[in-house]
């Protein structure tokens, strides 16, 4: 309580403490020994010092930490804000933010306007700001950007504050402010597919009925019936014919997309957004973007992640919402093996018609057998290797041992041999390449789904 007492004070600086040794030591030999140009040359210290004496800073500033924004998406900035109470006699106002790992200070010249919490426009400045700032209910605010480069929930400071008097001689703090939390959500990675998702079920999607129904996409003319709708006439054949014609459309269906995330490691290295990429990284960055993709088609989304310590679970769902919501869980999760669970056990809810996509960089055995399990269910199953080939070459650890390097190679021996297994049950597994990366798969399952139905 001492050391907060005496860090929360007004404290003589080392400026104050200098100027009071050099009148004191000065200002006597120069009157014993009568040199005037001595004192000429120690008066502006003796006026300095007497200047600091008489406007000393007597209050406590009062001050308080927070964020511009709860969430954001990786590579985006935020703010940490710091309100300080301008009392007399303080000058400068300061804010320092204390490192943390995947968050990088924003110079000056690169920040953009954002607008705070009270909806006031102002300038994002660097870590000093003087006592001309922007101010806010009786407050100085002081703004540090910050730029977030990993998804997760990052801790944000502590921040440091500090206030110092005119010349430099009187300093309050500094102070530590808490951390704060903040939810980075990841940004989905570049991914389309032209390919219909197969099992369409529902009335609300964007693919193609096989059956007329109420949609977008034109079928054919054909002549009107009882019950149609009046907007649905053609009037050039139906004046023609003499006969009143309508157009009829293709029914748009949506279908049920599991997007099932492998969390029992996190092999390889994290550099960031602008870095090297781990396993679990990928896997996230792939998860986000297939939902946010299929969701854009007016699919139904869950969101399953395979993990002892975070088994999230997001319910089916769709629209812009549930997408941030899949987000928004993605960024909770954190890699663990489950040993005590045999997954040929494990009931994910998923029924006949759903399309799942596993995203797993199929180190783990577990989810190999979760998808062969959910494929002799009779389920649409597309596995998406995450792994990296980056990553598959060089061991996790990133030991130097020759044995460790050895047996990494010996287990992607064993992880080849595991997904050709698979693949002869009829289980698709795909490497994350971007864009186009299930194009192939989801076609194969359509023509698969169309030759049953036939």
Known sequence: MAAFERADAWRPTHALQRCLVAVLAVAPVALVFRRPDLLVLVSPLALVLAWSLATRP???????????????????????????????????????????????????????????????????????????????????????????????????????????????????????????????????????????????????????????????EFATIRPFQVGDRLRRIHWPRSSRTGELHVTSSYADQDTHVAVLVDAHYDLGRSGGLDGDVSSLDRSVRAAAAVAEHFLHQGDRVSLRVLSARTPLVVPTGTGRRHGVRILDTLTGVQASVDEQTDPRRVHLGIGAGTLVVM????????????????????????????????????????????????????????????????????????????????????????????????
């Not at 502590?158 to 206030?163: C, D, K, M």
């Not at 002869?424 to 030759?451: F, I, M, N, T, Y």
């Open 58 to 216: 007597q209050e406590r500033p009062d001050h308080r930490f927070g964020l511009s924004h709860g969430q954001v998406r990786e590579g985006d900035q935020a703010l940490a804000v710091a309100d300080l109470e301008p009392v007399e006699g303080a000058e400068v106002l300061s804010a320092a933010l204390t490192p943390a790992p995947f968050v990088t200070a924003v110079l000056r010249e690169r920040m953009r306007q954002a607008r705070d919490s009270d909806d006031l426009l102002v300038q994002r400045t660097c870590t000093v700001a003087d006592a001309d700032g922007p101010q806010v209910q009786g407050y100085r605010r002081l703004l540090v950007g910050v730029r977030v480069t990993r998804w997760g929930v990052r801790r944000i400071g502590p921040l440091q504050v500090a206030a110092a008097s005119a010349w430099g001689s009187w300093r309050w703090g500094p102070l530590s402010m808490d951390a704060q939390a903040l939810r980075v959500l990841p940004r989905p990675a570049a991914f389309d597919t032209s390919a219909p998702a197969p099992h369409p079920r529902g009335l609300v999607g964007m693919h193609r009925s096989s059956r007329p129904g109420e949609g977008s």
């Open 359 to 454: 995203i797993s960089s199929l180190v783990s055995p577990d989810a190999l057998t979760q998808a062969a399990t959910l494929a002799a269910r009779g389920t649409s199953v597309v596995v998406v290797d995450a792994l990296g080939e980056a990553v598959a070459k060089v061991a996790p650890s990133g030991e130097r041992d020759a044995l460790a390097r050895t047996a990494w190679r010996i287990r992607m021996l064993e992880r080849d041999r595991e997904i050709r297994a698979i693949r002869a049950q009829g289980v698709a597994v795909v490497p994350w390449l971007g864009p186009g990366s299930l194009d192939v798969v989801l076609l194969e399952l359509a023509r698969r789904r169309r030759r049953v139905g036939a």
